[in-house]
C-alpha cells in the first residue's frame, strides 16, 4: 500500500492550478492576437478591394505611353 505524502499533494495541485491559470492566460491572449489579426485582414482586404475599384476607374483614362528605345 502507498504512502501519501498530503503536503506533497498539496503542493502539486498548487503548482498544476498555477500552470493552469497560465495557460488560460496564454490561450486568452493568442486569442486576442487572433482577432486582431483576423481584423487586419479583413482591413487589408477592403483596402484592397478599394485600391481594385480605383484602378478599374482609371484604366480607361490613361493611355499606353511608348519611350523610345535606348541605344
Excluded at 481584423?39 to 485600391?51: A, P, R, V, W
Amino acid at each position: 500500500m502507498e504512502i501519501y505524502n498530503s503536503k506533497d499533494l498539496a503542493e502539486d495541485i498548487e503548482f498544476l492550478k498555477m500552470t493552469i491559470k497560465n495557460l488560460e492566460k496564454t490561450v486568452e491572449e493568442q486569442n486576442e492576437r487572433i482577432n486582431s489579426m483576423e481584423k487586419n485582414c479583413d482591413e487589408f482586404y477592403k483596402n484592397i478591394e478599394e485600391l481594385e475599384s480605383l484602378i478599374e476607374e482609371l484604366e480607361p483614362h490613361i493611355s499606353e505611353v511608348e519611350y523610345p528605345k535606348e541605344r
